[in-house]
């Protein structure tokens, strides 16, 4: 199930969103916004998500976190932006994947 917050998810949330994949939440953070939706099976629908409520896609990056090794990743197709210096689906600049990362470990403040 598609969660979306600018608040950390709750257990039962992170529950939801861990339905997809069961070990593995699938993220889109808008970093600006600072939203996060988790739980697609595919980060475009999360990325179509915020689009669609007024986010700008220079600001939306994708990964996600093992649930089993609260590992957080930073790996996505929707990455891929040769237009914002992104030529991999890694986020390569250091402050964007610094800030995924922070914003990662606020959203799932209640497992990591």
């Known amino acids: 199930m ?6 950390p998810f709750t257990q039962s949330e992170i529950d939801r969103a861990s339905e997809q994949f069961e070990t593995y939440i699938k993220t889109v953070i808008d970093l600006d916004k600072k939203i996060c939706v988790a ?3 595919r980060h475009f629908e999360g990325e179509q998500l ?7 896609q220079s600001n939306l990056w ?5 649930l089993d ?13 040769p237009n914002d210096n992104n030529l991999s689906s890694e986020i390569q600049n250091p402050a964007l994947r610094s800030k995924y990362d922070e914003l990662t470990k606020y959203f799932f403040s209640e497992i990591l």
Do not use: E
């Open 2 to 7: 598609i969660v979306k917050t600018s608040q």
């Open 39 to 41: 739980g697609m099976d």
């Open 50 to 56: 915020l689009l669609q409520d007024g986010s700008r």
């Open 62 to 66: 994708g990964g996600g976190i093992d």
């Open 69 to 81: 090794t609260k590992i957080i990743d930073f790996n996505s197709f929707i990455n891929i932006r």
